[in-house]
């Protein structure tokens, strides 16, 4: 009973380089969401999918790209990393009210 | 803009007492506040939510209080225990707006033995 599946758990990045956070989950949700947690800040919508096939901006989507590739798979792109979105990326899926939130992906750009 | 304001930014309880969390919203057309649990290392978990039309909301050792004519609510935890501490957060959703959760900044509760 995986849930949520994020890879990669770690990375670091050089600045301008690109990189795709993989996220996918078993539990056959519609909607998926990205979202990403700084100190003091809670966590922020970056991009949300309300049904395969559909993607929206959410709160903070600069800089970032989203592909919902089928049902299960939502995935974030970073063209060209900057050392702002050092940060932890969680990938949640939702059927009605409740998240279930991936497991994280802690990114550092330097 | 921050549309859920959550206080405290951390909070240390001895074992046994009463852990309270608060927060406070702006936006009137929400229709739905969960509070997450998370711990270090791991993504928020659903912990336990309230709707509007309900002041109080209590499950095991955890409660929610709900005031809608101050927009504010806020997490019990009674008997507080050790394994309690972790970061939480409340969260509402906009009615209407494909479940999307708007989350507080996060309480960073230690429960001291």
């Known amino acids: 009973n995986a849930g949520v599946t994020q890879t990669p758990k770690f990375q670091v990045l050089k600045t301008g380089q690109s990189m795709t956070l993989q996220c996918a989950q078993d539990m056959n949700h519609n909607s998926m969401y990205w979202y990403r947690q700084d100190p003091g800040m809670g966590l922020r919508l970056i991009y949300y999918?309300?049904?395969?096939?559909?993607?929206d901006k959410g709160e903070v989507p600069n800089g970032y790209n989203v592909s919902r590739l089928n049902k299960r798979e939502f995935s974030l792109r970073l063209e060209s990393a900057a050392p702002s979105q050092t940060s932890v990326y969680f990938c949640a899926s939702s059927e009605g009210s409740g998240y279930t939130f991936g497991s994280g992906t802690r990114l550092t750009v330097v | 803009q921050q549309q859920v304001k959550q206080s405290p930014q951390s909070l240390i309880v001895q074992k046994g007492g009463i852990s309270i969390i608060n927060c406070a919203y702006e936006?009137?057309?929400?229709?739905?506040f969960p509070w997450y649990q998370q711990f270090p290392g791991k993504g928020p978990a659903l912990l336990i939510a309230?709707?509007?039309?309900?002041s109080e909301k209590k499950e095991g050792r955890f409660t929610i209080s709900f005031n809608k004519s101050a927009k504010q609510f806020s997490l019990h935890i009674m008997d507080s225990q050790p394994g309690d501490s972790a970061t939480y957060f409340c969260?509402?959703?906009?009615?209407?707006?494909?479940?999307?959760?708007?989350f507080g900044a996060g309480t960073r509760l230690a429960v001291h033995p």
């Open positions: 999918s309300a049904s395969e096939g559909t993607t």
């Open positions: 969260a509402a959703r906009r009615s209407g707006g494909y479940n999307k959760l708007i």
């Open positions: 936006n009137t057309a929400f229709d739905y």
């Open positions: 309230i709707r509007p039309d309900v």
